[in-house]
């Protein structure tokens, strides 16, 4: 475990719901190539704050590099709707680029 890795967990005993640092985690699981791991975390993160636009781009990313692109384009899909709902209009187009790379025929959502 990376000393930020745990430096991070550290921080998340102390505030287990804190949705920052459950990204933060989840990101450092990724950059360290653990996959199965950040999966984990993004999913905790979607469980503890499904509002937090910034977790839908990189679980649909994650998603795509298994493989998994119908869970990819609902998890875009998703993001877009928290994004409209929270009025970020730039995470809505991300998302919805992401989304139409995997899946140019669906109408704009």
């Keep these: 475990m990376s000393p930020r890795l745990q430096q991070l967990m550290a921080l998340w ?4 719901t804190d949705a920052f640092l459950l990204f933060a985690i ?21 469980q503890t704050d499904p509002a937090y636009v910034g977790l839908y781009y990189h679980l649909g990313r994650l998603y795509e590099r298994a493989g ?31 989304r139409m790379e995997i899946d140019p ?4 959502f």
Excluded: C, F
């Design 13 to 16: 005993q102390a505030s287990p």
């Design 68 to 98: 998994r692109m119908q869970e990819a384009i609902e998890t875009y899909r998703t993001g877009m709707r928290a994004a409209r709902q929270a009025g970020d209009q730039h995470a809505w187009a991300e998302l919805n680029m992401a």
């Design 26 to 46: 989840a990101k450092e699981h990724e950059k360290a190539g653990d996959d199965a791991e950040a999966l984990v975390w993004y999913e905790r993160l979607r």
């Design 105 to 108: 025929d669906e109408d704009e």
